[in-house]
């Protein structure tokens, strides 16, 4: 196999409920200014995603509240190691840009302590980025968290988590007034279509233990790789507060190794609606 160092593979880590299909408009824009990626389906997503009839149309909510989720055994760690698996793997054409967003932050974050020798640059879009709290559920109790707009759709949720292992949302729901909410916090700028067809890309079920270990980056690993933060000034998930937030944590952990910050006037999901501008982003870190 060739081996022979060129130029940069970017890794593709998606956030939660969804999977490597998201990053496809992403990447036919880095294919046009000749760059390679990988999007990654963490475990237990992509076509790996659990999909039961109860959530089908018609859809039967008691039984799906009921239905053990393939998800609920998946840990952060199952998602490290597999995702240190394709690094180590694309490493050996050349440097590795590996980029998360949302929950995928935590991922890549983890995967900075692991290897960060094998990683060139983390780059994180609107994604949770740990250093004071161990994970995305205590900082969503910290004030930054307050302009969250997806919290508070309680009615969206399916089943008990706590027993279940997951949260679980009904994507599905033809409630007017819940996918109006659910549009306003996570895609206010797209079309109603646009949203629609998103949500049609999305799996019900996350992994509670994922969005709870340990995520926070360690100075003398992760904190020595080169990293870009991607702010989305008009996102109504992960409130920009919050995203500043995390930069300035992450600064003043390693003051000598700061935030390469760049900003995008979208929501948490509107980036992939502007993927040359994205592609543009990622192309300039490499040039």
């Not at 694309?90 to 974050?109: C, F, K, R």
């Not at 659910?182 to 279509?193: N, R, V, W």
């Not at 799996?203 to 690993?221: N, W």
């Not at 930069?247 to 190794?257: G, K, M, V, Y």
Request: net charge negative; charged share 20%; hydrophobic share 45%.
């Amino acid at each position: 196999m060739s081996t022979h160092r060129s130029g940069p593979t970017f890794v593709l880590v998606h956030g939660s409920g969804t999977s490597s299909f998201m990053w496809a408009p992403v990447q036919r824009e880095l294919a046009l200014l000749g760059h390679r990626s990988f999007a990654v389906d963490l475990p237990g997503h992509g076509f790996d995603a659990q999909y039961p009839v109860a959530y089908q149309a018609p859809q039967d909510l008691d039984a799906w509240a009921a239905e053990p989720s393939t998800l609920a055994e998946v840990t952060l760690r199952d998602n490290v190691d597999m995702v240190v698996d394709v690094v180590r793997r694309v490493a050996e054409y050349g440097p590795v840009v590996l980029v998360g967003a949302s929950l995928g932050g935590t991922t890549i974050t983890q995967v900075g302590n692991a290897i960060p020798e094998l990683v060139d640059r983390l780059v994180y879009i609107s994604a949770w980025s740990c250093v004071q709290r161990s994970n995305p559920v205590e900082y969503m109790q910290e004030p930054e968290f307050a302009d969250n707009l997806l919290a508070p759709l309680y009615a969206l949720n399916v089943g008990d988590p706590a027993g279940l292992g997951v949260g679980r949302a009904n994507y599905r729901t033809a409630d007017p007034t819940l996918l109006a909410a659910l549009k306003a916090a996570i895609m206010a700028d797209g079309t109603d279509e646009q949203f629609r067809a998103f949500l049609n890309i999305l799996q019900p079920d996350e992994s509670l233990a994922v969005m709870t270990a340990d995520a926070r980056g360690q100075a003398d690993t992760w904190g020595t790789i080169a990293r870009t933060y991607v702010r989305l000034t008009a996102d109504r998930t992960l409130p920009v507060a919050m995203q500043d937030r995390l930069i300035a944590e992450a600064d003043a952990l390693t003051p000598d190794n700061p935030y390469d910050v760049h900003s995008l006037d979208t929501s948490h999901t509107g980036f992939l609606l502007r993927p040359a501008d994205v592609a543009g982003i990622l192309d300039r870190l490499v040039a």
